[in-house]
């Protein structure tokens, strides 16, 4: 699971999850920004740190910090955002472990890791798991092809959505 969005509904659904399952959790601490020099190697150690865990067979939430990096210039304010879903992106291009399915919370880290991580051209729409958040079956172009991918808006659902739609998934899984 790869949760990117920061409003108020997503990080009250990551809180739920992470208090009510045994997914592991794996910060992406968004203020590693301000040192650039440190993003690469700090990128390689959650990919490690995400590798091992599904090696072990656990699932992993994949997560940003709820820390919001500003400042008062619009542009530069959207190349954080940029850097933020590239960095996510990056974990998910350089995974050496397929993960079973892939929950992707929020509108631009659904599109980014999709497209961008993943490689998919071609899907196909299997079907809703719960109202506003269908899922893929991703096709033969993608980095995972055949693999569930489930695309998780940032504002939709209620508190509880996010940890039942993880659920849903693991039990297909098993």
Request: hydrophobic share 40%; net charge negative; glycine share 8%.
């Amino acid at each position: 699971m790869i949760v990117g969005s920061h409003v108020k509904k997503s990080s009250d659904q990551l809180k739920h999850l992470l208090s009510n399952t045994d997914i592991e959790a794996v910060e992406f601490g968004v203020k590693i920004l301000e040192t650039p020099d440190l993003l690469e190697g700090y990128i390689q150690d959650l990919t490690q740190q995400v590798e091992k865990l599904l090696s072990e067979g656990k699932d992993v939430a994949l997560y940003t910090s709820r820390d919001v990096v500003k400042t008062n210039d619009i542009n530069q304010n959207l190349s954080i955002s940029t850097q933020i879903s590239n960095s996510l992106v990056q974990i998910v291009q350089d995974l050496a472990i397929q993960p079973s399915f892939i929950i992707a919370k929020g509108g631009i880290t659904s599109s980014d890791v999709a497209t961008k991580g993943l490689g998919i051209k071609k899907a196909e729409v299997i079907g809703q798991v719960t109202a506003g958040v269908p899922v893929w079956l991703t096709g033969e172009e993608a980095k995972y092809a055949g693999m569930p991918y489930v695309i998780f808006p940032g504002n939709v659902g209620d508190v509880a959505t996010l940890t039942n739609v993880y659920e849903i998934n693991k039990t297909r899984k098993g």
